[in-house]
């Protein structure tokens, strides 16, 4: 149904805005009642409402109206925990150390690439030779062909670490 469409458009594309029904009603000096309507699929817009509506969200007309092309959602279920790493999915997999624990992790396939995000605390990792210190929101890329070290000091520290 085309009220459908509208309705789902005209809410996926606010969003994806940032902009709250108050805002759009102010950019669009249109009502927020109206605009709440037609983002429940419970109005008849006039061509001048969708006009606005589209020149407050920057897109065409057409736009309002069409089906969206819907990408690929691919979700991965976490699997159970297993010691400090706790797999994710077959190349994500979450860290936690205690303080003072130090865990390897055997080298990967041959030019495999380890991607480290540090969620909390501080944490000493990367291949042997070539260790760094790393902290909450700090983010590194190292080679996982080798063996890798991960090692917390006094505090315990959450990472999350992608193969590729």
Known sequence: MVDDRLAANVRRLRIARQLSLSELARA???GKATLSS???GRANPTIGTLSAVAEALRVPVAELLEEPELG???VVRARPAD??????SDAVRELALSPNQRHESPPGVPGAREELFV???KLIAGPHERITELKRGDYASFPADVARVYETGRQAARALAVLR
């Open 28 to 30: 669009t000096q249109i």
């Open 38 to 40: 037609i983002e429940n």
């Open 72 to 74: 690929e959602i691919r």
């Open 83 to 88: 010691g400090p790493e706790r797999a994710i």
């Open 119 to 121: 969620v909390e605390g």
